[in-house]
Structure formats: C-alpha cells, structure tokens
C-alpha cells in the first residue's frame, strides 16, 4: 500500500467514493451503510491507516460543526421545550434500557454505558433523506420525528464526552465525574462567552468578507481548534466542534459560513464511516450472541413504544404515532461515532448492530404507513368490543 | 386564504394552505433552496396525489408569473382594494435608525408594527425573505409589506432611535412603490 505515491492513493479512494456514494443514490440505499460495508470489505488493506484516520477525524469534527451551525442553543433550546417529555423517554428506553440489558449480561459500567449511547440515537441524515423521498414532508409526525432527532443531537455529544473523559481516567468514580461536569460547562461557557460577546461584535467583519477566500479559514480554523481544546481537555472533539458552529452561529451568517464548510465536510465525512468499517474486524467475532441478539430486539421495541407514547404525548394522534414509531427504528451516523470510541472488540460488535438495525428500520420506514393504518384499524375493533364494558388496557 | 406554516428543523420550512375549490397544498422550501409543492385532494392522505419539485430560479419566476407580474387577470376595481389593504414600500434605514446593526429578531419588528421585511436591499445585493438572525445595516433598503399604518410604523422605526418619535426625518426619500 505505501509504494503508491500518496497523490494516487488519495486521488484513487476518492474516486471510490464517489463510485459508491453515486451508486447508492440510484439504489436508495443510505450512503453511510454504504461506506460502512467498503470499509469493512477492504479493512484488509487499510487497517491502522493514518492519513483515512486523519480525514475521517476532520470530516467528524465538521459534521458537528454544521450542525451546531445550523442548530444555535437557543433554537435547540426552543424545539427542545416542545418535545422533551418524548425526549427523555426516548433516553430512558434506549439508553437506559440498553445500559440496563447489557449489565444484566454481565458488561462492567464503561461497557454498558457505551452500549446505552450506540443503542440510543436514529440517523439524522437517513431519516431526513427517506422523509424526504417517500414525500412525507407534508404527514404531520414529520415535524415530531424531525425535532426528536434535534434532540437527540443535543444528548449525543453529551453522551460521548462523558465516555471520552471516561475513557481517559481510570473509570468513573463520583471525582472524576465531577471534574469532567465542570469541564464540560467550563467549555459550553467559553462558547457561549465567545459567542455573545466575541463573534456577535465580529458580525460586520464577517459580513462585510463573507464572500473572499480567506473565509473558509477563518471558519474551519475555528472549529477544528475549538475541537482540538475539548480534546486537549480530555473531552470529546464531537462536543468542541458542536460548541464551535454554536459560538459562530451568533454572527447571524451561519448559512454562508455553512457553504463554506460543507465542501470540505462532503470531502472528509465519507472517510470516516469508511474508517469505521475498516475497524470493524470480522474474524474477532461478537463476544456475546445472546446480548447481541437482545440488544437488537430492543432497539426495535424500545424505539417503538419510547416514540409511540412520545408522539402521544406530543399531542399527535394515535395513527400518526404509529407511524412516527415505525420510521425510527434505524440507527446510523452517530451509533458508529460512539462505537469508533469503543474497544476493537466492542466495535465489531457495534457494526453488525448499527447495520442490522438500519436494515431493520429501513424496512419498517417502508412500510410505516401500511402498518400504522393496520393497527388503527386493530385498535378501533379492540375499542369497539372492549369500549361498552371498561376503558381497561 | 389560512396559511399555516411549520418549521422543519433541518430540512427547511412547510406550508400548508387549502384551496376554494377544495384541494390541500402543501408547499415545502427546502435550505437548499428547493421548492417542493405537494398536492392532497384528500388533506388526510398519507401520500399525495402528485409532487412537483423545482429549483430556486425557477421557483422564483413561477410566483412572479402567479402574482401576475407580466398580465394582470384581476379586474382594476379589484385590484385597487388590493392596494388598498396591501402596500409593498421600499424603506432606507438611516445610520441613526433603531433597527440599525440589530437583528430582525431583536427589533420585534413584526409585533411592533405588524409590517414583514419581504426582502432586503444591500448594496448590489438582494436578500430575498430574509432570515429573522438576519442583521439590519444602515443603508439597507427594506422591502416592506403590510398595510398602511403598519408599514408607516416600520417607516418611522426606519428614521428614528426610538419608535413613536415620528417628525423626525419625515419624508423618505425611497418612494412608495405600490401606492399612487
């Protein structure tokens, strides 16, 4: 591999890429499984690559970037507001309830929070490509489902600071939790503090250059460094990054500044799902069958009820929960960000699940519409012979 | 005509609105500037009937010709009450103006006056339904529609430091462009 000069190597696995991101656009298939299986077909070639680990940690970093960019606090904070009875259901079933089963199958703590935050969180970007290819931008659960997945991302790079300043010290003990709290807020308040009162001041310079080449610098630089502290902090890189599209985002231009770093995003992010499946070894095997076999059964029913009595709460009716529960089931981009922390043996693990769930869930979102007006119609039957005794069950 | 509009986080925003003759439209802006119409005659479908999707350009000459920008259709009587309850004004912000160097958002604009900034005129540029985040400079042109004491309020906010401090620089010197 490293005779060929590294200008064809690059140029070759770019090309790849684009083969394969192409290809499963015709094939509507979710480009991030796509990369995952090349990844795991050649891991062969490409294991303890550098230079993919290296770009597949700048695509990560600006994947929340954009999204910070595109979701400030204060906005998460309001679509927050809405959904968080459906939200913190959704953390005590499938974070909890995943944590919860894989103690009972004798993982120590660190391993089963681990499990917890892989089992947690739907795709974003699969869900909002299939919502938007089956039309149903317009089916009122659109909106629930869309919100509880700004949830989510504001969890998720919680979840995963936690595990990185875990993984660092010597398990978590109530002081090393402490400290890791108060470095967390410290970081979330430098942001907020450079948000308010550096980058909203800065606005007339940032409008007034929007446009010259230097901008995309200017942009990248500060996420890839804001990154960079949280991880010389010794906390996650995901939650710096996020942080920083938050601080950038008071400059009121976050859609240009977006522009500016989705380029080098769509060159980086491909590299790291490709990286994921690269580490994913299948001749370690999955250490525990029964534990897969019952984690994967409750990523399906957790998800199920959690967003069914979420969407309830919410104030949807019962067919549209129905539907909203059956179109987030499958999990992708964020389960293999935290499954790229874990142990190489927990991350084959964590790949067959991440693929086995998103081939589940890609099917049941197929089909949401057909089984939610299946279970209207067995919940009106059961009504009508069950309504005249007693409103039981 | 009830508009009803929702944001999707992520994707962009929806409207949905029905029709005298009885159809559901939904119209979808995508951030990326798409625009997607999707068609119910039945407004508790779970599919529509048809979609039509278009690019912002052409989405934007679509609503010029719909609002009859080249022909006319409505009878001048009509038209003219249409004017009357509806003006679209062009406004300068003045350096000393309230709503200079703040945000859309922070100047309450909407609730204060009950005008809507349709579009803002920077320099060579047009910034088309702009953003609340959006920030206000001095020397932008507002795009204003409302009707008249609404967007005589937005004026007014447009001239001076404080709202309610109306003699101050009374006539603008960008011309109403809907009214006679």
Redesign the interface.
């Known amino acids: 591999m490293t005779q060929l000069p590294f200008l064809l190597i690059a140029g070759l696995i770019l090309c790849a890429f684009f083969t394969v991101s192409y290809a499963s656009q015709r094939f509507r298939f979710p480009s991030v499984l796509a990369y995952i299986l090349t990844g795991a077909a050649v891991s062969f070639w490409f294991a303890g690559n550098h230079l993919v680990h290296l770009a597949s940690e700048v695509g990560i970093v600006l994947m929340f970037f954009v999204l910070g960019l595109?979701?400030p606090l204060t906005?998460m904070v309001e679509?927050s507001r809405r959904i968080w009875p459906a939200g913190l259901l959704d953390v005590l079933f499938n974070f909890g309830g995943t944590l919860a089963i894989a103690w009972i199958f004798g993982c120590d703590g660190i391993t089963a929070f681990m499990m917890g935050s892989v089992a947690y969180a739907t795709s974003?970007s699969m869900s909002?490509k299939m919502?938007?290819e089956q039309?149903?931008?317009?089916?009122p659960e659109?909106?629930f489902i869309?919100?509880l997945?700004?949830f989510e991302d504001l969890v998720a790079p919680i979840l995963i600071s936690v595990m990185a300043g875990a993984e660092g010290g010597e398990g978590l003990t109530p002081i090393t939790l402490l400290v890791l709290m108060l470095k967390l807020v410290g970081l979330t308040v430098g942001a907020m503090v450079f948000g308010l009162y550096g980058f909203r001041r800065a606005?007339?310079f940032v409008?007034r250059h929007i446009d010259d080449d230097f901008m995309p610098l200017f942009s990248v630089g500060i996420a890839l460094g804001y990154a960079g502290l949280a991880v010389y902090l010794g906390l996650s890189e995901i939650l710096g990054a996020f942080l920083a599209g938050m601080m950038l985002s008071e400059t009121?231009r976050?859609?240009e500044l977006e522009h500016l770093s989705l380029p080098i995003r769509d060159l980086c992010l491909p590299f790291f799902f490709f990286w994921f499946g690269t580490s994913i070894r299948f001749e370690e095997g999955i250490s525990s069958l029964g534990l897969m076999f019952a984690m994967i059964l409750w990523a399906v029913l957790g998800k199920l009820v959690s967003v069914y009595v979420g969407a309830i709460l919410f104030g949807l009716s019962s067919k549209h929960s129905f539907?909203a529960a059956f179109s987030m089931v499958h999990r992708g981009e964020f389960s293999a960000v935290i499954a790229s922390l874990a142990p190489a043996s927990w991350r084959v693990f964590s790949g067959i699940y991440i693929l086995t769930t998103a081939g589940i869930g890609i099917l049941l979102f197929g089909k949401a519409?057909a089984i939610a007006?299946w279970f209207e119609v067995l919940r009106k039957r059961r009504l009508k012979i069950s309504g005249p005794r007693q409103l039981s069950g | 005509m009830k508009v009803k509009t929702a944001d999707l986080p992520g994707i962009g925003k929806r409207y949905s609105l029905d029709l005298a003759e009885g159809d559901h439209l939904v119209i979808i802006l995508h951030q990326n500037g798409y625009r997607e119409i999707y068609h119910f005659s039945d407004p508790d479908a779970d599919e529509p009937d048809w979609t039509v999707k278009m690019t912002d350009e052409e989405a934007r000459q679509i609503g010029a010709i719909l609002m009859g920008a080249d022909y006319q259709p409505v009878s001048d009587d009509r038209m003219e009450m249409l004017l009357k309850s509806i003006r679209i004004e062009w406004l300068q912000v003045k350096p000393e103006s309230e709503l200079a160097n703040r945000r859309i958002i922070d100047s309450q604009i909407r609730t204060r006056t009950g005008a809507t900034i349709i579009a803002i005129k920077r320099g060579d540029r047009m910034i088309g339904s702009p953003d609340a985040q959006e920030i206000i400079l001095p020397g932008d042109v507002l795009m204003v529609v409302g009707n008249r004491m609404q967007t005589k309020g937005l004026d007014h906010m447009c001239h001076s430091c404080i709202l309610n401090m109306p003699e101050r620089g009374s006539t603008p010197d960008s011309g109403s462009a809907a009214s006679s």
């Open positions: 595109e979701f906005r679509i974003s909002a919502l938007d039309k149903r931008l317009a089916n659109t909106e869309l919100a997945l700004i606005a007339p409008e009121g976050s859609r539907k519409s007006k």
